[in-house]
Structures are given as structure tokens and as C-alpha cells.
Nanobody, 125 residues
Framework: EVQLQASGGGLVQAGGSLRLSCVAS????????IGWFRQAPGKEREGVAS????????NYANSVKGRFAVSKDSAGNTVHLQMDSLRPEDTATYYC??????????????????WGRGTKVTVSS
């Protein structure tokens, strides 16, 4: 059974950092592409970052480029999202998801097949 468990959220002041983790079971992280999404209250869910399976290529939303970094820890079957220079507008529930498709749009949540439960991030000003 495929499962994803996101953790690492919390309350942080603007300018601070958090590291989110997404632990996978039922499949091998190294073999699949993983995406991070977030949903702020009253807003639609949006793609934040992704990491490809084949070459480890990463993608980032413009709003987080240069501040967030996604990486894979194959030994731990885990994907991390390092978030630095956090801003109040980064406040949201963050989700990780896996796509088993070879052709996908990393920002399109419909292209992802399994989702973890979210972890809440709150950035105070």
C-alpha cells in the first residue's frame, strides 16, 4: 500500500526556516517523482516544488525560487523541503504527493496519484 506522511510543519517567525519531510512507504522514492503542494485558507492548492525520478531535476514555483529546496534521501525513502527566508504568505498546509506517470505537469495536482496528509506551516510577521 502506497503511503506518504508529511511532517515538520509548525509556527515560525518571518525570515525563519523549516524543513518538511515526506516519508514514503509502499514504493521507492528514487523511482518516482514527488511534488510538494500547499493550500492557504480560502485559496486553491498550488504547486510549490517537485523532484523528478530520472535525473533528480527540480522545479519551483516562482514565489519560492531561491528560498526553498527539495531533495531526496534515498536511504530514508524520504523527500525533504527546506524552506528558508519564510514569509507570512508562505502560511499554508503543505502536502507531498507522488506521480507514477512518466509524462506529467509538475504543477498539476490532477497528475499526482497518491497524497499524504498535510502538515501546517504558519509564518508570523
Amino acid at each position: 500500500e502506497v503511503q506518504l506522511q508529511a511532517s515538520g510543519g509548525g509556527l515560525v517567525q518571518a525570515g525563519g526556516s523549516l524543513r518538511l519531510s515526506c516519508v514514503a512507504s509502499g514504493f521507492t522514492i528514487a523511482d518516482e517523482a514527488i511534488g510538494w503542494f500547499r493550500q492557504a485558507p480560502g485559496k486553491e492548492r498550488e504547486g510549490v516544488a517537485s523532484i523528478d525520478s530520472v535525473d533528480g531535476r527540480t522545479n519551483y514555483a516562482n514565489s519560492v525560487k531561491g528560498r526553498f529546496a527539495v531533495s531526496k534521501d534515498s536511504a530514508g525513502n524520504t523527500v525533504h523541503l527546506q524552506m528558508d527566508s519564510l514569509r507570512p504568505e508562505d502560511t499554508a498546509t503543505y502536502y507531498c504527493a507522488v506521480t507514477i506517470r512518466s509524462d506529467y505537469d509538475w504543477k498539476n495536482e490532477d497528475d499526482y496519484d497518491y497524497w499524504g496528509r498535510g502538515t501546517k506551516v504558519t509564518v508570523s510577521s
